[in-house]
């Protein structure tokens, strides 16, 4: 029972830190191409419940309040074994106190996911199921009845309350054993507060204009041909093209499709914003090594299924607005837009939709697109796309645009396309 303990614990360390890593990734500014394990035994991601409100409690992410705990009980093991008898049943006992809190939690944040007040999360779900199991080894480790642990912690308490105690030596050295836990505990919470309010805080640090400026303008302008056929908001003729790489299951392209709206009616005609398909899929990717993100092959697809009646963008927000990217979410995302169905499973299959995809993909590996999402602004490649940054840019390019049309008007389609 003691190494049904120790593996769950294990178990349960590996998942919150790879959840907590996951959380420092997706609060940073830099496009996500690591692999996401969510995905990759699960079929779906655990980034649309990392980034929910919920993922963050009393300043540090729930993955972090993971690592403090699994270290807290792996301490309180350790010490129950170091000081022998006159603390283990007392650190077992506390750690029963604490796998209990731990399991109502986690039953809390399950019922949670299961109503659809947060997203759901594979990985999270396991580790609560972990948390619920703990119960059973920590209760055995005692090695006494649950109303000897009850009388156990009131002792406890009124040591704590009253200071008397008739077995002072044994009180000491429970109380060092206690407090160094307590310690323990304290070092990995502040190791990962640290670590993230120092990612939060890069992702949203300051940057020099003129030097973003000047590093745009000295980066290589390539030719990126598009057509009045492509998937994009604002006129053909706009001064500014914005054209973005994406891929429906990635977490970075959802962060910027949130941007979209914003960026389109804030600039109005004076910017194009252009969707290319680029799933880093090996299923249709020739590019993608692996399955990065599973099933963004798929919806590609589907979007340019829905696309040919005129529901691309209605679809695309629809899909990045969606938890679960699979291919049931599709086909219920359709019937939401009242699309044709018969129709719309038709297109999917087509070869022609196969070939528009295929086109971009190709197009985005001959001009070095290695993540998603990769943005181009007027044919420069933009590597941070803060908000802040894309809105400078873009006014920039406008201003530019307006300066070379005062000069000449016959250039002005040249500095925009």
Same mark, same amino acid.
């Given at each position: ?13 590996? #998942? @919150? ?14 496009? %996500? ?8 035994? !699960? =079929? ?9 409100? $919920? ?6 992410? $729930? ?8 270290? /807290? ?15 283990? !049943? ?6 029963? $106190? ?8 986690? #039953? ?5 996911? +299961? ?50 105690t008739t077995e ?15 310690? +323990? ?10 670590? !993230? ?22 980066? +290589? ?26 891929? !429906? ?24 914003? +252009? ?13 993608? %090594? ?18 040919? %009646? ?26 939401k837009l009242d ?13 022609? /939709?196969?070939?528009?995809?295929? @086109? ?7 001009? =070095? ?35 070379? @049309?005062?000069e000449n008007p ?8």
């Open positions: 029972m003691k190494y049904f303990g120790l593996i769950l614990i294990g178990l349960g360390l590996a #998942i @919150s830190g790879y959840l907590f890593w996951r959380h420092l990734l997706l609060a940073g500014s830099a496009p %996500q191409t690591e692999t996401d394990f969510c995905s990759a035994l !699960f =079929g779906t991601g655990c980034d649309d419940a990392l980034r929910s409100p $919920l993922a963050v409690q009393l300043g540090i992410p $729930l993955a972090g309040w993971g690592l403090v705990y699994y270290g /807290t009980l792996c301490a309180l093991l350790l010490l129950g074994r170091v000081l022998g008898e006159t603390f283990r !049943f007392d650190a077992m006992t506390a750690a029963l $106190l604490l796998a209990g809190a731990a399991a109502v939690g986690s #039953i809390a944040l399950f019922a949670m996911m +299961v109503t659809g007040r947060s997203p759901f999360c594979p990985l999270c779900a396991t580790v609560h199921g972990i948390n619920l199991l703990l119960l059973v080894p920590t209760k055995r480790l005692t090695g006494r009845s649950l109303h000897r642990s009850v009388q156990a912690v009131g002792r406890a308490i009124d040591f704590v309350v009253t200071g008397k002072p030596m044994a009180a000491r050295w429970k109380f060092v054993g206690f407090i160094t836990a307590g310690l +323990v505990a304290v070092v990995i919470y502040q190791w990962v507060y640290v670590e !993230f309010t120092s990612h939060t805080q890069a992702a949203e640090a300051p940057f020099d204009p003129h030097q973003v400026v000047a590093q745009f303008e000295s980066s +290589v302008r390539r030719h990126i041909p598009v057509s009045k056929t492509d998937r994009a908001l604002g006129p053909f003729e706009a001064p500014v093209q914005m054209i973005v790489f994406s891929d !429906f299951r990635c977490p970075g392209c959802r962060k910027l499709a949130r941007m979209v709206p914003a960026l389109a009616k804030q600039f109005g005609d004076a910017l194009r914003i +252009v969707f290319k398909h680029y799933p880093l899929d090996s299923t249709c990717n020739p590019a993608a %090594q692996q399955k990065l993100h599973p099933g963004a092959c798929k919806a590609a697809r589907a979007a340019e299924a829905a696309a040919e %009646q005129g529901q691309f963008w209605a679809f695309h927000d629809s899909v990045f607005a969606t938890p679960r990217g699979d291919t049931a979410s599709m086909k219920s995302i359709a019937e699309l044709d169905l018969e129709r719309f499973e038709t297109q999917r299959a087509k070869a022609a /939709t196969r070939a528009k995809i295929q @086109s971009d993909i190709e197009l985005g590996t001959r001009l =070095g697109v290695d993540g998603t999402p990769s943005v181009f602004i007027n044919g420069r490649r933009i590597y941070d796309i803060r908000p802040k940054i894309l809105l400078l840019l873009i006014a920039h390019e406008i201003l530019a645009a307006n300066q070379v @049309s005062q016959q250039q002005v389609s040249m500095a925009a396309h």
